[in-house]
């Protein structure tokens, strides 16, 4: 059985930081992509970055590069989201989400090649 769990989430200020832990299990994150996106209320769901297999290719939509850093311990089946500088409009809850593949060094945002969800976890940004 696959289990994606997201943590980290809270309140934070304007200009504040969080990271954000995404803990799989019931298999070998060495063998998927992982992605986190995020959803704010009446928004889509937005892709924010991805990683992939070997953790040697890294994508980030516009708004957050410089900012946001994705990074995964195999060892620990863990995969991070570090946040710096967050801004209000960026409060949202943040998925984990991951998808198998055989290619190990690509990723890809589109949240429609995922096939595992967690259950979020919620992102609040303001003073």
């Known amino acids: 059985q696959l289990h994606v769990v997201e943590s980290g989430g809270g309140l934070v200020q304007p200009g504040g930081s969080l990271r954000l832990s995404c803990e799989v299990s019931g298999f070998s994150l060495d063998t998927y992509v992982i992605g986190w996106f995020r959803q704010a209320p009446g928004k889509e769901r937005e892709g924010v970055s991805c990683i992939s297999r070997s953790g040697g290719r890294t994508n980030y939509v516009d708004s957050v590069k410089g900012r946001f850093t994705i990074s995964r311990d195999n060892a620990k089946n863990t995969v991070y989201l570090q946040m710096n500088s967050l801004k209000p409009e960026e409060t949202a809850i943040y998925y984990c989400?991951?998808?198998?593949?055989?290619?190990?060094?690509?990723?890809?945002?589109?949240?429609?090649?995922?096939?595992?969800w967690g259950q979020g976890t919620q992102v609040t940004v303001s003073s």
């Open positions: 989400a991951a998808h198998s593949t055989t290619v190990t060094d690509m990723c890809l945002m589109a949240y429609f090649r995922y096939d595992y």
